[in-house]
């Protein structure tokens, strides 16, 4: 009962949408909106000097990396908004699996790595300079390309290698592992091999940053009670504000996607909130770093002004 799949068919708004233009023009204002905010905040942070610290550094990571991320999946949806039948070839329904998960972890990666920034920033901050300098940033941000390639490719080898028994249907926008998994064959012996490596994996990717983080912040509450003055304090912790607010939507968003029951992935009103989650973490980054941070207002206002 294998199926030869050469195309992956999106069922996602087939039965929901009776307005595809509509849901067109509202997706593609969301992403160049997400665009241009995130573009701007890597100009602000380009040409202001002030910013050239590893926080923005890495804050331009994300932001660069909501970009492809959302890149990997609007493009498609929109040419499958318009066209009568939603289809994705395989070879770039399995491209497009591995970009995401790639781009995905590499933001839980670099969220994560900000938490130690903000950790020696606070707890160690005449060393800063030297935990923290830029050769040490790069060293970061590669090992977190590398790790992400690594799992995403195991990911991709282990769901991909299975046949599939069902009609390459994905009743979603883009595809996710946990689709793809569906439509192949239960009953093949790899198939409980597959299941346990995704979800040891996922559960990894999931735990183990957010165990860090929890530790790293742990360290920073009690170096922000060592400090005496209550003013140092609040500054101390205003500068955590921000990347908190980050952390819980992101965890929030990822929990909520990979971490529920499976029957979920059959629900139409699933895909409402997974489409509302994808769009909001990228709108995040800017907003957040903007509206909360005096010094990115400050190169915002600098930038506007060259131009």
């Keep these: 009962n294998e199926t030869q799949v050469t195309e992956f068919i999106f069922l996602a708004f087939a039965k929901s949408s009776r307005y595809p233009s509509l849901l067109f023009t509202i997706i593609l204002f969301l992403?160049?909106?997400i665009i241009c905010g995130n573009t701007i905040m890597l100009l602000t942070i380009r040409y202001d000097s002030r910013l050239h610290v590893p926080m923005y550094f890495f804050v331009a990571v994300l932001s660069c990396m909501?970009?492809?991320?959302?890149?990997?999946?609007?493009?498609?949806?929109?040419c499958n908004l318009l066209s009568k039948t939603a289809s994705i070839s395989f070879g770039r329904c399995v491209t497009q699996m591995f970009l995401f998960n790639v781009f995905g972890l590499v933001q839980i990666t670099i969220v994560t790595i900000m938490a130690y920034d903000r950790y020696v920033a606070i707890g160690h901050p005449l060393h800063y300079k030297t935990m923290m300098d830029q050769e040490t940033c790069i060293k970061f941000l590669a090992l977190s390309l590398i790790a992400g390639c690594i799992t995403a490719t195991i990911i991709g080898y282990f769901i991909f290698r299975l046949p599939f028994c069902r009609t390459p249907e994905i009743d979603h926008?883009?595809?996710d592992m946990g689709q793809i998994m569906l439509l192949t064959c239960h009953h093949h012996r790899q198939y409980k091999v597959t299941e346990a490596t995704t979800f040891l994996l996922g559960?990894?990717?999931?735990?183990?940053?957010?165990?860090?983080?929890?530790?790293?912040?742990?360290?920073?509450?009690?170096?922000?009670?060592?400090?005496?003055?209550?003013?140092?304090?609040?500054?101390?912790?205003?500068?955590c504000s921000s990347h908190l607010t980050v952390v819980i939507?992101?965890?929030?968003?990822?929990g909520f996607?990979?971490?529920?029951?499976?029957?979920t992935y059959y629900m139409d009103k699933d895909r409402v909130f997974v489409m509302t989650f994808t769009f909001l973490t990228p709108i995040l980054n800017p907003v957040v770093?903007?509206?909360r941070n005096k010094a990115v207002k400050e190169g915002f206002k600098k930038l506007i002004s060259k131009k």
Aim: glycine share 4%; aromatic share 18%.
């Design 31 to 33: 992403y160049l909106f």
């Design 66 to 78: 909501d970009i492809c991320y959302l890149t990997c999946i609007v493009p498609q949806t929109l």
């Design 173 to 175: 926008f883009y595809c």
């Design 203 to 239: 559960i990894g990717i999931f735990t183990i940053p957010l165990i860090i983080l929890v530790v790293n912040y742990v360290y920073i509450i009690n170096a922000v009670l060592k400090i005496r003055t209550n003013e140092g304090r609040r500054k101390a912790f205003s500068t």
């Design 249 to 254: 939507v992101e965890y929030g968003c990822l």
């Design 257 to 263: 996607m990979y971490f529920r029951p499976a029957e």
């Design 289 to 291: 770093y903007t509206v």
